[in-house]
């Protein structure tokens, strides 16, 4: 199934300036019962947003109504732990377009790639140069160029080039998983069977 298309997405942002934030932390083992991709946003962070009773803890930034945005900014080195697909589920489920951060697990950043959320890998400085604007600022909004591979913090101007992957870039740009680009390029696969068989 298609998903929607990815090109330029600009939109404030929740922040999350922690590091090594690992994917039991992003959706806990007892939650990874289910084999379905639906469902999972409702658990991601889920013993940061609610306490053993089940009530919202307040003064976690995805329970504030202050921060709003499908850009999430974390600190350095997010995703890492175990190799679990479903923490990339749960952050495409809630909602999430776009992960920004200086450093990404490897396995997990393909997860995310895999499930149309786009890892945005940005210098420390910038990094941290993007959770001041957004602690002064909770309306900073962030640009994200896919087809130009530039991030720009809209408080400051302040922009970098990112890298992508130019496959995943083009499933992200044309809403292809894996499978869609193999039956859009059917007739090519084909052709070249035929010819090289």
């Known amino acids: 199934m298609k998903k929607e298309k990815f090109n330029i997405i600009t939109d404030s942002c929740i922040p999350l300036p922690l590091e090594n934030i690992d994917t039991d932390q992003i959706v806990p083992a007892r939650f990874l019962k289910a084999t379905t991709r639906e469902?999972?946003?409702e658990n991601l962070f889920r013993d940061w947003r609610f306490d053993k009773e089940g009530n919202k803890i307040e003064d976690f930034v995805l329970n504030n109504p202050a921060y709003k945005g499908?850009?999430?900014?974390?600190?350095?080195?997010?995703?890492?732990?175990?190799?679990?697909?479903?923490a990339a589920w749960a952050i495409a489920d809630y909602g999430f377009r776009v992960v920004v951060s200086s450093f990404f697990a490897d396995i997990h950043?393909?997860?995310e790639l895999n499930n149309f959320v786009?890892?945005?890998v940005v210098s420390?400085?910038?990094?941290?140069?993007?959770?001041?604007?957004i602690a002064e600022?909770?309306?900073?909004?962030?640009?994200?160029?896919?087809?130009?591979?530039?991030i720009t913090n809209n408080k400051t101007g302040a922009s970098e080039q990112f890298e992508i992957n130019?496959?995943?870039?083009?499933?992200?740009?044309?809403?292809l998983d894996d499978i869609d680009f193999l039956l859009d390029n059917k007739d090519k696969i084909e052709n070249y069977e035929q010819k090289n068989g």
Not at 124 to 133: D, G, I, R
Not at 137 to 150: A, G, I, S
């Open 166 to 175: 130019g496959y995943k870039k083009h499933c992200l740009m044309n809403g």
């Open 118 to 120: 786009l890892p945005v």
């Open 39 to 41: 469902g999972f946003g």
């Open 137 to 150: 600022d909770n309306k900073t909004t962030v640009t994200v160029n896919l087809p130009e591979q530039t």
């Open 70 to 86: 499908c850009i999430l900014v974390a600190g350095k080195n997010f995703g890492c732990g175990s190799s679990r697909e479903h």
């Open 109 to 111: 950043k393909n997860n």
């Open 124 to 133: 420390e400085e910038f990094l941290q140069a993007l959770f001041h604007s």
